[in-house]
T-cell receptor, first 114, second 116 residues
Framework: AQKVTQAQTEISVVEKEDVTLDCVYETRDTTYYLFWYKQPPSGELVFLIRRNSFDEQNEISGRYSWNFQKSTSSFNFTITASQVVDSAVYFCALKHWSSYKLIFGSGTRLLVRP | DADVTQTPRNRITKTGKRIMLECSQTKGHDRMYWYRQDPGLGLRLIYYSFDVKDINKGEISDGYSVSRQAQAKFSLSLESAIPNQTALYFC???????????????FGPGTRLTVL
């Protein structure tokens, strides 16, 4: 079975702190995609990153970085020097290579306080 | 301009009314999807379409129907709305191409529907 677990329901930090959002996935497939999406208070779902299962390179984009580790089935997301605008619900998702189905985690609500 | 647009953005309607939610995209993607999001239940797939002639039911299609009028347009209808269809509805497209190793879903801004 395929499953995505985001154990942190809610995280609260003070602005400029670093914060890591955890994502653990389960799959029997050897080829799959992992994603992160952001849902700000305004409600839209914004794509942040896609990772293919055969590419374990970590990625950095400005203050955002992602750590993909197949050995622990994790795809964690770190925000460095958090800002109030980072306040949102963040979803991790999994998709098998040949499937249309996107499996979402339950989301982590991040609150960045000024 | 946004690549995936949804109209209306907000709608309040009454039980029993027919309502249509529209989705348009300028991304040129063949695949389109309709989801609903409910607190505590996450996103659930209602219908998906791989091209104009290929439409499929998702996990919760009862009470809904869809129409794929063109590659760029995918509409969701509630034939007779009921209160438990109150939710945030998302349209999405994906950049799937065979053998290319991509398949990312891009979401529209959402339609907040309330059925009284």
């Amino acid at each position: 079975a395929q499953k995505v677990t985001q154990a942190q329901t809610e995280i609260s930090v003070v602005e400029k702190e670093d914060v890591t959002l955890d994502c653990v996935y389960e799959t029997r497939d050897t080829t799959y995609y992992l994603f992160w999406y952001k849902q700000p208070p305004s409600g839209e779902l914004v794509f942040l990153i896609r990772r293919n299962s055969f590419d374990e390179q970590n990625e950095i984009s400005g203050r955002y970085s992602w750590n993909f580790q197949k050995s622990t089935s994790s795809f964690n997301f770190t925000i460095t020097a958090s800002q109030v605008v980072d306040s949102a619900v963040y979803f991790c998702a999994l998709k098998h290579w040949s499937s249309y189905k996107l499996i979402f985690g339950s989301g982590t609500r991040l609150l960045v306080r000024p | 301009d946004a690549d995936v647009t949804q109209t209306p953005r907000n709608r309040i309607t009454k039980t029993g009314k027919r309502i249509m939610l529209e989705c348009s995209q300028t991304k040129g993607h063949d695949r389109m999807y309709w989801y609903r999001q409910d607190p505590g239940l996450g996103l659930r797939l209602i219908y998906y379409s791989f091209d104009v002639k290929d439409i499929n039911k998702g996990e919760i299609s009862d009470g809904y129907s869809v129409s794929r009028q063109a590659q760029a347009k995918f509409s969701l209808s509630l034939e007779s709305a009921i209160p438990n269809q109150t939710a945030l509805y998302f349209c999405a497209t994906s950049d799937f191409e065979p053998g290319r190793g991509t398949d990312t879903q891009y979401f529209g801004p959402g339609t907040r529907l309330t059925v009284l």
